[in-house]
């Protein structure tokens, strides 16, 4: 009986311990461009854009983040192009796709460029059974 108690338990609260995933996108380096160039996530999973070297720096096409040493609008963000080893981290929440680029060496999906496709988050269905 106490068994079949834990199991019921842990199954009530594994929905709570899902967690977003991470994903690292490198900037620069060898070549002016963003590898991988193309990503696809689910919603809440965060990309963290790393500079491998050079004057870069990330700026969606619809302007909704600028990022570098930082992002605008965060403390201490500076989203200018910077060639410092920066590294940045931009959640994602809402389903759709976004189109970054580089303001130095690219533009909206030209030059050094790349995007991601932010899927929707899978709703967790429980079923209820019972365990003698």
């Keep these: 009986m106490a068994r079949g108690a834990w199991l019921c338990l842990w199954l009530a609260l594994a929905p709570c311990l899902a967690q977003a995933a991470g994903f690292i996108v490198n900037v620069g380096g060898a070549q002016n461009a963003f590898s991988p160039q193309t990503i696809t996530i689910t919603a809440g999973d ?7 070297g050079g004057f870069h720096n990330v700026v969606a096409d619809d302007n ?3 990022c570098a040493r930082g992002c605008d609008g965060q403390p201490n963000g500076n989203g200018n192009p910077s060639n410092s080893n920066w590294v940045a981290s931009v959640t994602f929440n809402s389903p759709g796709t976004i189109g970054y680029f580089c303001e130095v060496h ?3 999906g030209a030059g050094m460029f790349g995007t991601i496709a932010v899927q929707p988050a899978t709703p967790v269905r429980l079923q209820s059974f019972f365990v003698d």
Excluded: A, E, L, Q
Aim: proline fraction near 8%.
């Design 46 to 52: 965060t990309v963290t854009f790393v500079n491998k």
């Design 64 to 66: 909704s983040f600028r």
């Design 106 to 108: 690219g533009m909206p």
